[in-house]
Every structure is written in C-alpha cells, then in structure tokens.
T-cell receptor
Framework: DADVTQTPRNRITKTGKRIMLECSQTKGHDRMYWYRQDPGLGLRLIYYSFDVKDINKGEISDGYSVSRQAQAKFSLSLESAIPNQTALYFC??????????????FGEGSRLTVL | RKEVEQDPGPFNVPEGATVAFNCTYS??????FFWYRQDCRKEPKLLMS???SGNEDGRFTAQLNRASQYISLLIRDSKLSDSATYLCVESLNQAGTALIFGKGTTLSVSS
C-alpha cells in the first residue's frame, strides 16, 4: 500500500461544483503539502501545513482551501471549480527531521478535469 | 516568479549511452538543489540531492556550478528503465517550503 494515499485518483466535474481531494499518510510526517502540475509547467505549491494547527498559503492558493484534520490527513477543496483548475494534483509529505533535504514523498496524484 | 530552466528534450539515446542534462537557476543565494525522477503519469520521486559541489550515486552524478548558476545530471551506461522525466528543483529556503520545480527533461532510452 502507498504511504501517501490520495482520493479520488480521477475526477471529472462541472464548473461551479465543490470538489474535495483527500490525502492521508502513514509515514508519520508532520509536514504536508498540496501541489498542482500542469503540462509545460513545473509543480506549483498550493498550500502547506507543518502540523494540525498550522496552515500556510503557497504560490497559487487563490480558489483553493485546505483542512488539516489530523496529522495524517490533509484535504484540498475547490469551493467553486473552474476549468483552469483542471490539473494533476499531488499531495506530499516531508519529515521535520529532514527539513534540509528537500525530500518530498508524493502521493500518486489526483487528476481533476473541470468542464 | 523565480524560474528553474531545463531543456525539455526529449533526449533519445541508445542503451549504454552517457547523457547529461543541465538546469539553470536564478537565485544565487540558494543552497540546496535536487533531481527528482517522474515516470509517465506517476508521482515524482527524489533521485539525488546536491548541497555542495556535487553528488554521485552509482551511474548518476549531479554537479553544482555556483559561478554559472547551473546544476547538471549525468547518467552513465543508460538503461531502458532510466526512461522518465527528470525534474530539477531549487530550494530557496531551509524549511523546504519554497521549492522551485523545473518543467522537466524527458529521457527516452531505446534498445
């Protein structure tokens, strides 16, 4: 089983719908992240969290919100999805003890299509 | 937005070949760099970290040139299984919250 699990893996929705992508991890890491990947662009950080009470905006947080329900769970919400939010979304974790390594452990990705 | 520039390729090489990718970065103060590997439709996975002048792991060698602000990845004796997209990553801070990902370089190794 994957250490970082994302659900759903694929989702097609319509403009204006609310969407939640969920992420859970069994690695015991404190830090969790949400990235999106678009063709021809590098991965971009949406939000990150260092613990349950900590939420921080990343580079492209507009139109998104997150919730850190527990150390192991970090969900990403699109309150009103729009077509340019069509992308591949990755959840990732990192170990506080390895904060200088830049090593992120990614989930398998959630492919979202907004029509 | 600070950019990490990579040649997108694709680099098409035969098995056994040596291939090198370069990546340029814009922040001269950055201390840490990384190469990630991403297979088609899969998640990125860390391949190598580059903190000082370079790092070597088996057939893979990463080098950092601070004067010219680029890092390179050298793959010797290419295998079919090396076919993937290689992402160059610059870390702007020690907290790991400011990672700039390049768009990736695609490598295709053929028999």
């Amino acid at each position: 089983d994957a250490d970082v699990t994302q659900t759903p893996r694929n989702r097609i929705t319509k403009t204006g719908k609310r969407i939640m992508l969920e992420c859970s991890q069994t690695k015991g890491h404190d830090r969790m992240y949400w990235y999106r990947q678009d063709p021809g662009l590098g991965l971009r950080l949406i939000y990150y969290s260092f613990d349950v009470k900590d939420i921080n905006k990343g580079e492209i947080s507009d139109g998104y919100s997150v919730s850190r329900q527990a150390q192991a769970k970090f969900s990403l919400s699109l309150e009103s999805a729009i077509p340019n939010q069509t992308a591949l979304y990755f959840c990732a974790t990192s170990d506080l003890g390895s904060q200088n390594t830049g090593e992120l452990f990614f989930g398998e990705g959630s492919r979202l299509t907004v029509l | 937005r600070k950019e990490v520039e990579q040649d997108p390729g694709p680099f098409n090489v035969p098995e056994g070949a040596t291939v090198a990718f370069n990546c340029t970065y814009s922040n001269s103060a950055s201390q840490s760099f990384f190469w990630y590997r991403q297979d088609c439709r899969k998640e990125p996975k860390l391949l190598m970290s580059v903190y000082s002048s370079g790092n070597e792991d088996g057939r893979f060698t990463a080098q950092l040139n601070r004067a010219s602000q680029y890092i390179s990845l050298l793959i010797r004796d290419s295998k079919l299984s090396d076919s993937a997209t290689y992402l160059c990553v610059e870390s702007l801070n020690q907290a790991g919250t400011a990672l700039i990902f390049g768009k990736g370089t695609t490598l295709s190794v053929s028999s």
